[in-house]
């Protein structure tokens, strides 16, 4: 199962706000609305930030929010905030072979 | 608290193998699917294998297919991932993580996540 496709990087400032996209097929993040994200920061454990494209868990900032149209998803950080820095990554249900699969990962950094 | 430890993460040849454990507290362990997901070292995540609550089913990525061995023991809170045929790029921090619900469905996210146990495959 091929990763799903995320930019490397994305940058803003403080109080901006920025979009990491996810591509993926018709066979994962096109077929589903089933795409969560994933926070991490260095050395730490993944954080569920956005589950079914767009629900945040509870605890989590409404800064963050998630949309889809067709084989992308992407995740918006709005009011940008220095603890916002981190590695994001987007992760689908995938139908072929009842799996999963994760984005590349973005790099977020506030300037 | 909802609250997952791994354990067993060593150093190992080529070939070799090895198993890790993952212990929950802090929520009814039975009733939830768990995961194992991978992180080798500078690089992305990697889903690696699911077990239902009552360990009656497994996925596996292809990646590990054949050579790793997902199971649970609830009476015990744990779940193990049996490792063989080991290779280089096997090597990678290991987390275990919860399956999500909300309102009793499971949403196909993980939301409890270990703090990782280090395999390093090496001659």
């Known amino acids: 199962q091929s990763a799903l496709t995320q930019p490397a990087s994305v940058s803003g400032s403080p109080g901006q706000s920025i979009t990491i996209s996810c591509t993926g097929a018709?066979?994962?993040?096109?077929?589903?609305?089933?795409v969560s994200w994933y926070q991490q920061h260095p050395g730490k454990a993944p954080k569920l930030m956005i589950y079914?494209?767009?629900k945040r868990p509870s605890g989590v900032s409404n800064r963050f929010s998630g949309s889809k149209s067709g084989n992308t998803a992407s995740l918006t950080i709005s009011g940008l905030q220095a603890e916002d820095e981190a590695d994001y990554y987007c992760f689908s249900y995938a139908r072929s072979r009842t799996s999963y699969v994760f984005g590349v990962g973005t790099k977020v950094t506030v300037l | 608290e909802e609250q997952l430890v791994e354990s067993g993460g060593d150093l190992v040849q080529p070939g070799g193998s090895l198993r890790l454990s993952c212990t929950a507290s802090g929520f009814t362990f039975s009733s939830y699917g768990m995961n194992w997901v991978r992180q080798a070292p500078g690089k992305g995540l990697e889903w690696v294998s699911t077990v239902t609550g009552p360990g009656t089913s497994t996925y596996y990525a292809d990646s590990v297919k054949g050579r790793f061995t997902a199971s649970r023991d609830n009476s015990k809170n744990t779940l193990y991932l049996q490792m063989d045929s080991l290779r280089a790029e096997d090597t990678a921090v290991y987390y275990c993580?919860?399956?999500?619900?909300?309102?009793?469905?499971?949403?196909?996210?993980?939301?409890?996540w270990g703090q990782g146990t280090m395999v390093t495959v090496s001659s």
């Open positions: 079914e494209g767009s």
């Open positions: 018709s066979s994962d993040v096109g077929n589903y609305n089933l």
């Open positions: 993580a919860k399956h999500f619900y909300d309102s009793s469905v499971y949403r196909y996210a993980f939301d409890i």
